[in-house]
T-cell receptor, first 111, second 112 residues
Framework: DAKTTQPPSMDCAEGRAANLPCNHS???????VYWYRQIHSQGPQYIIH???NNETNEMASLIITEDRKSSTLILPHATLRDTAVYYC????????????FGTGTRLTIIP | EPEVTQTPSHQVTQMGQEVILRCVPI?????FYWYRQILGQKVEFLVS????????KSEIFDDQFSVERPDGSNFTLKIRSTKLEDSAMYFC??????????FGDGTRLSIL
């Protein structure tokens, strides 16, 4: 079972920042927080991951609380193409460790 | 940017027939995975593969399923005798080591 809790759905206005929360209160010290998204029926797309420090890449920013029990994915300027299901997954960083997907957050960007 | 490619994009097969789904992982990746997603349900792990052997498999991955890396580039999933409940999207993924898994766009398998 997934070890994370996410709201089932969110809306965000186009051009605004989309902030997607995730709770992972039972995260272990060696587990990373990963974010993926799935646009329609395409394959899951990797977005970002982190252990305890905040991370930023060209797609998004990841803010992890100091106690590591929750995190927020930030899409700084949401576009219509960001409409997707977003998955927050905790995982140890061994090479063959599987990803356990939950039901995610369905993010809808409103024009 | 390198990507994982899967063929075919859609496979229609009669129940009881064998099917092989093909994947070309990212070229320098070492770890390979199959996942599936039944329509409207979660993405589920099937199997992971490293150094020419299965590392982990789920309960779904029973004796009807097998994986193979027949050459240096392809990674295949075979279902020996398909059932109606095997109808799903099948996703291949690969990773370099620890870190992100990168997914293909999937094969839609329809069992009639």
């Amino acid at each position: 079972d997934a070890k994370t809790t996410q709201p089932p759905s969110m809306d965000c206005a186009e051009g605004r920042a989309a902030n997607l929360p995730c709770n992972h209160s039972t995260i272990s010290g060696n587990e990373y927080v990963y974010w993926y998204r799935q646009i329609h029926s395409q394959g899951p797309q990797y977005i970002i991951h982190g252990l305890k420090n905040n991370e930023t890449n060209e797609m998004a920013s990841l803010i992890i609380t100091e106690d590591r029990k929750s995190s927020t994915l930030i899409l700084p300027h949401a576009t219509l193409r960001d409409t997707a299901v977003y998955y927050c997954i905790v995982r140890v960083n061994f090479g063959n460790e599987k990803l356990t997907f939950g039901t995610g957050t369905r993010l809808t960007i409103i024009p | 940017e390198p990507e994982v490619t899967q063929t075919p994009s859609h496979q229609v097969t009669q129940m009881g027939q064998e099917v092989i789904l093909r994947c070309v992982p990212i070229s320098n990746h070492l770890y390979f995975y199959w996942y599936r997603q039944i329509l409207g349900q979660k993405v589920e792990f099937l199997v992971s593969f490293y150094n020419n052997e299965i590392s982990e498999k789920s309960e779904i991955f029973d004796d009807q399923f097998s994986v193979e890396r027949p050459d240096g580039s392809n990674f295949t999933l075979k279902i020996r005798s398909t059932k109606l409940e095997d109808s799903a999207m099948y996703f291949c993924a690969s990773s370099l080591g620890s870190g992100a898994q990168h997914f293909g766009d999937g094969t839609r398998l329809s069992i009639l």
